[in-house]
């Protein structure tokens, strides 16, 4: 890559960067290119793109060239910037944990529908990975109390430190454990994005998911419902009667995924669609 190691303006590298990333065939180019630059100087695209004549420094184009080297490798640019937005809020992320998503969003909007505010329930993340569920709930509802477990421990060091990030350290118990040996009951409500990708769609998945995103936590197994099966089993002994789960699920999951809560004693409240118009969210109650 030509990124001449002169004076450059941010309009210029820019410039060489969008080209560099189009070569590449890289989907958002210019997105990308202004994201990488607004994390090497340390400034929001806003003022990059007001101030397009200032220069640079010869470790920043050198710092640019790396990254868009990295994106060239299809490294996400959630992994290459260190943060994701979700929700409200700003999360660190790395490749110890799934990056969020947009669609991750439609659990907390239906979960706050059963968390007033005025009151201090008991919830439970299975799976936290970055945390970024558990964290966006206790920010809209700090009276409830909360526990987070998941089987990596690098994902568990992740949310701790997006709890911290975001004051709520002390407020978030984060336990590395597999869910199956997980001892504490009575929770008002459990929410869970587990892995749901099976082992022939898994391969199938962008080279940027598929080499990059964490294996444990997409591979739902065989056919995709291993970890499903496991949040609803052991979700029927932790929860309260009439406590609420809440699961995402893959938009071809519903009717299998239905019959597995209904056979657990769970009678399902609702079925939500992602921006996409596909099943992706599943309310449930246990009898």
């Keep these: 890559m030509n990124l001449v190691v002169f004076k450059m303006n941010y309009n210029e590298i820019l410039k060489n960067g969008v080209n560099f990333l189009k070569q590449n065939k890289i989907k958002n180019p210019f997105l990308d290119a202004e994201l990488i630059l607004s ?25 640019f060239k790396n990254f868009l080297l990295r994106r060239k490798q299809r490294e996400p640019i959630a992994y290459i910037l260190g943060y994701k937005y979700f929700w409200k809020h700003k999360f660190l992320t790395n490749n110890s944990v799934l990056i969020p998503r947009p669609d991750t969003e439609l659990l907390i909007e239906e979960a706050l529908k059963y968390l007033p505010k005025s009151k201090s329930k008991k919830i439970l993340d299975i799976g936290t990975g970055s945390g970024c569920i558990i964290i966006s709930l206790l920010k809209e509802r700090p009276k409830c109390l909360a526990s987070a477990v998941d089987i990596s421990k690098k994902a568990i060091n992740v949310a701790k430190n997006n709890a911290k990030l975001h004051q709520l350290e002390n407020k978030i118990n984060f336990i590395n454990i597999d869910i199956d040996k997980y001892k504490s009951y009575n929770y008002d409500l459990i929410i869970s994005n587990p892995p749901y990708i099976n082992s022939i769609d898994l391969n199938r998945l962008d080279v940027d998911i598929k080499f990059h995103e964490p294996k444990l936590a997409l591979s739902g197994g065989f056919d995709g419902y291993t970890e499903i099966k496991k949040v609803i089993k052991k979700s029927k002994t932790l929860l309260k009667v009439n406590g609420k789960l809440l699961i995402e699920i893959g938009h071809k999951q519903k009717t299998q995924s239905v019959k597995i809560l209904m056979d657990n004693g769970f009678y399902i409240n609702k079925i939500s669609k992602d921006l996409s118009g596909k099943d992706r969210c599943i309310v449930s109650t246990k009898l």
């Design 39 to 63: 994390k090497v100087i340390n400034k929001k695209r806003e003022e990059i793109l007001l101030n397009t004549n200032n220069k640079l420094k010869h470790n920043d184009i050198l710092n």
